[in-house]
């Protein structure tokens, strides 16, 4: 039988193994951070009718650039943005690799402050992008010195910030954003793929638009709008940007089925964003409860929560627990979290009220 080994693939990708959470058939799954509550009858027959309209003209290729998607989308994000400060992908990886294939490439570095979204040095990987792991504080914060004091050293082409971060959950300071992006040497890049579960007061990138051309915002539908299965991202940017992403885009990326169900889900956003504040009430009963109990938990603007396995009012890696042993344990009572490779810690996705009382009642047999 034949092997990656037997075949010429790039020596940089010997010996690596695909980007994936466990897909297991348990009852509670809380681990790839989606969200737990279907899409609402009256929005799957309005999708069902987007999609139906298209299906005859299926022959033709859809619109190259979906002019009309990306309309709607800035009209939801407003900020006074329009059609050409926005573009849209298969989810925020693609647009994130598109942003790497404009911006970084061989020759060229890309930085992150990691623990952070793993998916980030594959993307730099997978593009030939050098990838420089940059770190946090202690307790999983940054900083705007410690921002500023790396992006310094290394002077990256392209810096990634995650507010909220992944997978500690944590939104960033504005003055963080603010002095990279004085510091930078080329694009800044905030990934807000949760920006919708941020606790009230929080600031988003989008406000600093405006006179900042090496700025770009990702935003996802994957999550505040539960449709993963659908693979809708997108950035707002200085049209600049988006001219530039377009020279490396592949044609007719978003196929019409796509397009189609997305602006149907877009305009009705209320009833699918009508699940988020059921979501953050459950991510702060998760985060209180676990306290209670004597886990050391990091503050989360997400869908989800980081807490140490062991109850620890020490380092934020505490150790004292095998985190694979505690997922291991939650596994076998049905519940399914995520083993994000930090010792000592976990993610739980914060979900509906039932699947929450699971995970706690499975955290007795950890704690």
């Known amino acids: 039988m034949t092997t990656l080994d037997d075949l010429p693939i790039r020596d940089d990708l010997r010996g690596r193994t695909p980007y994936g959470a466990p897909q297991l058939d348990v009852p509670v799954r809380l681990n ?9 009858e ?19 290729y859809p619109d190259r650039d979906a002019v009309a998607l990306r309309a709607d989308l800035a009209g ?18 693609e647009i994130q690799q598109q942003l790497l294939q404009a911006f ?3 020759g060229r570095s890309a930085l992150g402050f990691v623990p952070a979204y793993s998916m980030h040095p594959l993307l730099a990987l997978g593009t030939g992008t050098r990838w420089i792991p940059a770190a946090r504080g202690v307790d999983f914060g940054l900083t705007a010195d410690e921002a500023v004091a790396q992006v310094r050293e290394h002077r990256p082409d392209v810096v990634f910030l995650c507010s909220p971060n992944n997978p500690t959950g944590t939104a960033l300071d504005p003055a963080v954003v603010a002095a990279v992006l004085d510091a930078a040497p080329g694009m800044v890049v905030v990934d807000e793929a949760y920006a919708e579960f941020a606790r009230p007061g929080t600031v988003s990138a989008l ?20 449709f993963a299965g659908g693979r809708l991202g997108y950035l ?17 990326h978003l196929s019409a089925l796509t397009q189609a169900a997305a602006r149907a889900a877009l ?7 009508g699940t988020v504040t059921a979501i953050m009430e459950q991510r702060d009963r998760i985060v209180a409860e676990l306290r209670a109990r004597g886990h050391r938990v990091a503050d989360s603007d997400a869908n989800f929560v980081l807490f140490a396995v062991g109850a620890s009012d020490a380092a934020p890696s505490p150790g004292a627990v095998d985190q694979a042993a505690a997922w291991r344990t939650l596994l076998e009572a049905g519940v399914l979290v995520r083993d994000v490779g930090l010792p000592g810690w976990l993610r739980v996705t914060a979900g509906t009220p039932t699947e929450t009382d699971a995970f706690l ?7």
């Open 104 to 106: 970084g490439g061989p």
């Open 76 to 93: 939801y994000l407003g900020h006074g943005l329009t059609v050409d400060h926005v573009w849209a992908a298969n989810g925020s990886n």
């Open 236 to 252: 707002a940017a200085d049209p600049a940007v988006v001219a530039a992403v377009q020279l490396v885009r592949l044609p007719y």
């Open 42 to 60: 009256p929005v799957v027959e309005a999708i069902g009718k987007a999609l139906a309209a298209e299906l005859r003209d299926l022959n033709r």
């Open 207 to 226: 406000a600093v638009l405006p006179g900042h051309p090496r700025l770009v915002v990702t935003r996802t539908m994957s999550k505040a709008f539960g």
């Open 32 to 40: 790839t951070n989606e969200n737990s509550y279907p899409v609402p």
């Open 267 to 273: 305009a009705h956003r209320d009833a699918l964003l």
């Open 361 to 367: 009642t499975a955290m007795e047999r950890v704690s």
